[in-house]
């Protein structure tokens, strides 16, 4: 049976301007949506439908890898994804590969986020977003970030309050009775300099999403009324070349499936490598405390900040200020991975701003990290060793 949507100017135009296409409270969007509109575009499936989309995109748009793309709102999409609910189960492999969307599908497969860059916000990203998500076997969907759904009855009119976010990943957990609660990371690009991530927590009750308040204590008065999300705001530049110039994103907002344990990054307004940690008891994240993160080997978890992580071609370096303003060097052979014991460590390092250098001695030994330099070994005076950074450090 030959499938079709269209589109009506009045939704074009509600699109464009960013106003969220809203279905009414417990109620089905698919089913309550009028599908009347002016433009016809026919697909027998969807993924012929995705294939069109992708031509169109191409076409408009040209390459998002190589070209700078203006006012990318993608109406067609948008429209297919809130009026076809097996959209939910497709995954849009060559839109995403293409460079145009990308999607973010919870474990369990009913929850899912599309978001895309639409070229218009600068330094300050403005994405858009759709949203969707099953429940009871009805599958509902509407435009916008998930935070309008959690904060609508804050505004008196029910419009939509915030803006549109990257999606890094949703963590599936479980409460004691097998509900599923969803960890969304969302991320917000401020300026070229600064941005937001944070974790909202939300379920999916009688057709809504709604917020899911399971974090307990922890981070300052700002979350008390805020029992569902938790969040932090940091210098980009400074964590990108800190952390092995890009590196550390993948640290950010970590779950722990040993510890049941959530773990949200610190920031003055630097990311610090600690993060407070929530634990979760089945019913609540319960903050139990600061630390290092726990893909970091025991012996290396405590510290102040973290201040380098670079490669070389034989060793993963880690540099920490330690809590008393020394330093700790840290070194893996064959560049291991940090959940690994280190096989060098040494303390009471010190750090020279004018040379932008830093100095650790083990006995005759001393080592040397310039600052984006390389790492130099001598003894005595006599180079041992010096080694490059990685291109990619």
Known sequence: M??????????????????????????NYYEEESKIFEEEISYESIE???????DIFSSRYGDPHEDYIRELYCPELATLIL?????LDYPFEVLQEKGYIDVV???????????????????????????????????????????????????PDGESVGDGCAVMKIITIRKS??????????????SSNWGYGEIEAIEIKDGELVAAPIFRGGLGEYYEDKQYSRGVEYTIADWYFRANRGEGWEWLFKYDTKSNSLYVPEADPSLSDRYSIYRFDGEKLNFIGID???????TIRSFESMEEVFETKDYRVRI??????????????NRATMDKAPDI??????????????YFKNGNVTYTIDSEGPLTVTRNGKKLLQQERLKNS
């Open 2 to 27: 030959q499938m079709r949507y269209f589109i009506t100017s009045a939704l074009l135009c509600l699109m464009l301007c960013g106003c969220s296409l809203r279905r009414q409270k417990e109620s």
């Open 48 to 54: 012929e439908a995705e294939q069109k989309i992708l």
């Open 83 to 87: 009026n076809d609910p097996a959209t």
């Open 105 to 155: 599908t919870s474990d369990d497969g009913n929850l899912r986020i599309y978001y895309w860059d639409t070229g218009t916000g600068g330094t300050y990203i403005q994405w858009m977003n759709i949203c969707q998500y099953r429940c009871n076997g009805k599958v509902y969907a509407f435009h916008g970030p998930v935070s309008e759904m959690l904060t609508k009855d804050e505004e």
């Open 177 to 190: 009775d097998n509900t599923p609660i969803y960890l969304v990371h969302n991320y917000i690009r401020e």
């Open 292 to 298: 290092g993160g726990f893909w970091l080997h025991p």
């Open 320 to 333: 920490d200020k330690m809590t008393d303003g020394t330093f700790r060097y840290s070194a893996w052979n």
């Open 345 to 358: 460590i040494i303390y009471s390092g010190s750090y020279n701003q004018g040379e932008e250098r830093y």
